[in-house]
């Protein structure tokens, strides 16, 4: 055996103040992603995923992204800098590709079993089959080695060396690489399992080539898992990356690694991004197997784990479009303002002694992504008698919410644009590094009780307008309670709106009808008339 480096060390878990603070709105059961009324319980990669900062939206999480925040210490920033370059100048990365299985990657099968001539002609579709199985030892070489070990013993592993000598302290290493050091041990004892029984074989210490058994363990195991826990995490790595990249001393770091002959010209974003192509390889070189594989015991195997893993990620795919909706939700909560009856009517007047009778507004309910899904949003400007307000639409698929943009300078305290979701539009992006907010102009108009209405060309160019429609907000009666008359941008900004909220009238129509229908259905005939 050659040079191993040292155990990889298994995943740390990591508890958050996130289940202490849970509220009651629902239960996630993975991998089904069933949802029901009752607390939110989500598992495995999914709770490690919510509980980090991105989703925990308070001050408590706040860190500075930069520990002079202060004026007048230029000398001290760039002291600083230089002592960091100095520092990862001191480390040393030893050549850590010393695996007796290093050798053989870029070798085909026919090159391997030049030197054990073992089978004869009439067992070609035998050696066709092991060609396969030789395709998946060797890209699961390239990618354990080239992309992971690189990932974990230049970047993770420097990150830390820094750490420990003061550098880059608030820099989440979770948040950028989640469960690398899991991924990696995985994926190593993946590729150790297949080198061993193949090198067995080749030796003819083993009769056959018991590829079936390795698998299955890994395939119906932790392999698949470990992928879902990290790719569940890609999005907001990456979104994380581009925020850090502003920081000069992040950026040195990131500079010295990738200059490394190891990472073979490959940036962070281009290695973080491996796992998912790789997760996604995986029914492909498995089908190549079964497609090669003549025994019929065999082939239902093969194709029984290739069915795993596609649904695995079928599953991964559900949860990422989950949490996200989930994560943008969160966020919106936070921007939302939902001013009280008398600020947003003044002729509603109560007492001061009255108000606490009024419940406060239960965004959490309102603004819940398990009881709707954001169709639509955007910029557009209400026009009212004497000025122009710039005003931010969410269109959900049971209620449109207008909304009026109020913008601050950013002051201390406010939110940290790392921790934002990614998903966010880049207005809301803006609105929120400027410290500012969106308050609820109006009640939320439900779509059967919304119309919307062309203005005709005459009356746009006699007022002045461009590119403007109308909204109306009727009660039960069919009475007008509200109207809205909005400018778009361009004409097609204002085409797509009225074409949105037009489908989703049309959508929430139907699937109401179709539950009257469900909970009222026709008296059937009875057999006896």
Not at 323 to 333: E, P, V
Not at 338 to 362: A, T
């Amino acid at each position: 055996m050659g040079l191993v480096p040292s155990d990889l060390t298994s995943l740390e878990q990591h508890n958050s103040g996130f289940y202490e603070h849970r509220r009651s709105s629902v239960v996630l059961n993975l991998p089904g992603l069933e949802v029901f009324p009752g607390d939110l319980l989500v598992s495995d990669g999914a709770a490690d995923y919510l509980c980090h900062p991105l989703l925990l939206l308070n001050s408590e999480s706040k860190k500075p992204k930069w520990p002079f925040s202060k004026r007048g210490v230029g000398k001290d920033k760039h002291k600083h800098l230089s002592d960091l370059e100095n520092c990862l100048s001191s480390m040393k990365i030893t050549d850590f590709r010393g695996y007796e299985f290093y050798s053989f990657k870029d070798k085909t099968w026919t090159e391997v079993m030049g030197l054990y001539p073992k089978l004869s002609t009439d067992q070609l579709d035998l050696r066709k089959q092991q060609e396969a199985v030789w395709e998946l030892f060797t890209s699961e070489c390239t990618y354990f080695l080239d992309h992971l070990l690189v990932l974990k013993m230049i970047f993770m592993n420097t990150l830390k060396y820094l750490q420990t000598r003061d550098y880059l302290l608030d820099v989440d290493s979770w948040r950028l690489f989640a469960n690398l050091e899991e991924l990696t041990q995985t994926s190593l004892d993946f590729v150790n399992s297949l080198f061993g029984i193949i090198k067995n074989y080749a030796s003819e210490t083993s009769p056959s080539m018991d590829f079936i058994s390795v698998l299955t363990k890994y395939f119906r195991g932790i392999l698949c898992q470990s992928h879902q826990t990290y790719c569940l995490n890609y999005s907001a790595a990456v979104f994380y990356l581009e925020s850090l990249r502003q920081r000069d001393d992040f950026g040195i770091y990131l500079k010295w690694c990738e200059q490394n002959d190891q990472c073979r010209r490959l940036h962070l974003s281009e290695l973080l991004v491996a796992p998912l192509h790789r997760l996604t390889r995986y029914p492909l070189l498995l089908k190549n197997i079964w497609k090669k594989s003549m025994d019929s015991t065999e082939k239902v195997m093969i194709y029984s784990i290739k069915e795993k893993v596609e649904k695995s990620i079928r599953d991964l795919e559900g949860k990422v479009k989950w949490l996200d909706n989930f994560q943008k939700f969160r966020q919106l909560q936070e921007i939302i303002v939902w001013p009280p009856l008398w600020d947003r009517d003044k002729r509603f007047f109560i007492p001061e002694s009255l108000k606490h009778i009024f419940k406060e507004h239960m965004t959490e309910n309102v603004l819940s992504p398990t009881n709707r899904h954001l169709l639509y949003e955007g910029k557009l400007t209400l026009v009212e008698s004497t000025r122009f307000l710039d005003v931010y639409l969410f269109l959900f698929d049971d209620f449109l919410l207008v909304t009026k943009t109020k913008r601050n300078k950013k002051k201390l305290g406010s939110p940290d644009t790392s921790l934002m979701c990614p998903s966010l539009t880049p207005e809301l992006q803006t609105v929120i590094k400027e410290g500012g907010s969106c308050t609820v102009l109006d009640q939320p108009i439900p779509l059967d009780r919304l119309l919307v209405k062309i203005i005709d060309p005459l009356h746009v160019s006699v007022f002045g307008l461009r590119n403007a429609f109308l909204i109306q907000h009727e009660n039960r009666y069919r009475q007008c309670i509200a109207a809205f008359l909005l400018q778009a941008q361009t004409e097609n900004i204002k085409k797509t709106w009225i074409a949105q909220i037009t489908t989703a009238i049309s959508c929430f129509t139907k699937s109401q009808e179709t539950k009257k229908v469900s909970l009222f259905p026709l008296p059937t005939e009875s057999s006896e008339i």
